[in-house]
C-alpha cells in the first residue's frame, strides 16, 4: 500500500492535540458488507448501516479492491450520470482514467486524488487503461461521495485533479504515523483539496504500536475507515480492522492506535479519517442522483433521460 510516503517521517511537521482537548468517545463500531460495482469490481461499502445523522455531509463511500487482477481482468464503471454532490476517488495502488460528457478527465495514478464536483449533472466513465487490462495488476482505492448544499446543487461541474505530491505529509507528535492531508485543515497545515462543504480528509499510516491523537474541529464530525491492519479507536480503546468503521462522538480531539501485530499482508495500520461540518437539510438519495426532495430526483432522471446532463460522445457507445 504505498500511495504517497517517505523514508523519515521525523522530517515532517508534527502535528498533536492540546493536552486539555476534550477525547470523542467511539459511538460505534460498523462492518462494510462487500458487493460488486461498475463492471464488476469488488467494493465494501464503508458506511452501510451507519445512521446519516452521523455521515452528515458525507453519503457513501466504497472501498475499491483491495485486489490483485489476472491479465484481462480488470474493470471499471460504464458511463452514468451523477448530480447534486462531489464524488472523490482517491486512488492507493493502480491507475484509472476518467472522461466525462463535456471532454473532461484524466489519469488517477497510485496516490493521486480526483474531486468531481458533479453539480448540476453530467455523465462520466471511469476504467482502467487498456495497458492495465493487458497486463493485469494490483487495484486499491476510495470513492466517497460528499453532499452539497442547497445552494450550490445546480452549480456548474469543476474538477480537481490532486497529484501526490500535491498532499500534505505531516507526521505524529513521536513518528509514529505518517499523515497524508487531501483536504481540510489539521493543526494548522492544509491539505490542498477546495471543497463547497467545509470537511477534513486524510490517509494515515500507524505504525505498529503506535497512538496517534489529532485535534479535531468540535462542530465536525468524525468518522474512521481502515483500509488494512487492526488497532483501536478511543481512549477506552475500542478494537476495529480492516474494513470496519468507527464513528465518533462529540469532543475536539481523535484517538486510533495501531495493534504491536499487524496481519501479514500490511506491515502498518492504514487508516482514512474523515470529518465535515454537517449540511442539515433534506437529503433524498436514489442510484446517482443527491437532492433534497422527492420532486428534484425525478427531474434529474426527466433531465438524464432527456440528454440534459449531457450525451456520451460519439465512438464511446
Known amino acids: 500500500m504505498p500511495a504517497v510516503t517517505v523514508e523519515n517521517p521525523l522530517t515532517l511537521p508534527r502535528v498533536a492535540a492540546p493536552a486539555a482537548a476534550q477525547a470523542r468517545p467511539v459511538l460505534g463500531v460498523a462492518t462494510a458488507p462487500s458487493g460488486f460495482e461498475g463492471e464488476g469490481f469488488p467494493v465494501r461499502r464503508a458506511f452501510a448501516g451507519i445512521d446519516y445523522k ?57 496516490g493521486d486524488t ?79 483539496g477546495v471543497t463547497h462543504t467545509p470537511i477534513t480528509m486524510m490517509h494515515v499510516t500507524v505504525n505498529p504500536g503506535a497512538e496517534l491523537t489529532l485535534p479535531w474541529r468540535k462542530d ?33 480531539s481523535l484517538t486510533i492506535r495501531a495493534d504491536e501485530t499487524q496481519e501479514s499482508r500490511s506491515p502498518n495500520f492504514e487508516v482514512v479519517l474523515l470529518g465535515g461540518l454537517p449540511i442539515r437539510e433534506p437529503m433524498m438519495h436514489y442510484g446517482p442522483f443527491v437532492m433534497n426532495t422527492h420532486a428534484e430526483l425525478a427531474q434529474a432522471f426527466e433531465d438524464f433521460q432527456a440528454g440534459r446532463l449531457g450525451t456520451i460522445p460519439a465512438g464511446e457507445h
Not at 72 to 84: D, L, M, S, V
Not at 148 to 163: C, F, T, V, W
Not at 227 to 247: K, N, S
Request: charge should be negative.
Open 220 to 252: 465536525f464530525n468524525a468518522l474512521a475507515y481502515a483500509l488494512a491492519g487492526r488497532g483501536t479507536a478511543g481512549a477506552d480503546g475500542r478494537p476495529f480492522r480492516m474494513g470496519q468503521a468507527v464513528v465518533f462522538g462529540a469532543g475536539d
Open 54 to 110: 452521523h455521515l452528515d455531509p458525507f453519503i457513501m463511500m466504497d472501498q475499491m479492491g483491495e485486489v490483485e487482477y489476472a491479465p484481462g481482468e480488470p474493470k471499471g464503471t460504464p458511463w452514468h450520470p451523477h448530480r447534486g454532490f462531489e464524488t472523490v476517488t482517491y486512488l492507493i495502488d493502480g491507475t484509472f482514467v476518467h472522461r466525462d460528457s463535456h471532454g473532461g478527465g484524466g489519469v488517477i495514478n497510485g
Open 114 to 192: 480526483q474531486w468531481m464536483t458533479a453539480g448540476s449533472g453530467l455523465l462520466h466513465i471511469e476504467a482502467p487503461p487498456e495497458s492495465l487490462v493487458m497486463s493485469g495488476g494490483l487495484f486499491h482505492g476510495l470513492q466517497l461521495w460528499v453532499n452539497l448544499p442547497k445552494s450550490d446543487k445546480m452549480m456548474a461541474p469543476r474538477y480537481q485533479d490532486i497529484g501526490g505530491g500535491q498532499v500534505k505529509l505531516l507526521t505524529s507528535a513521536d513518528g509514529g504515523a505518517l499523515l497524508r492531508l487531501i483536504a481540510g485543515d489539521i493543526d494548522g497545515h492544509h491539505g490542498p
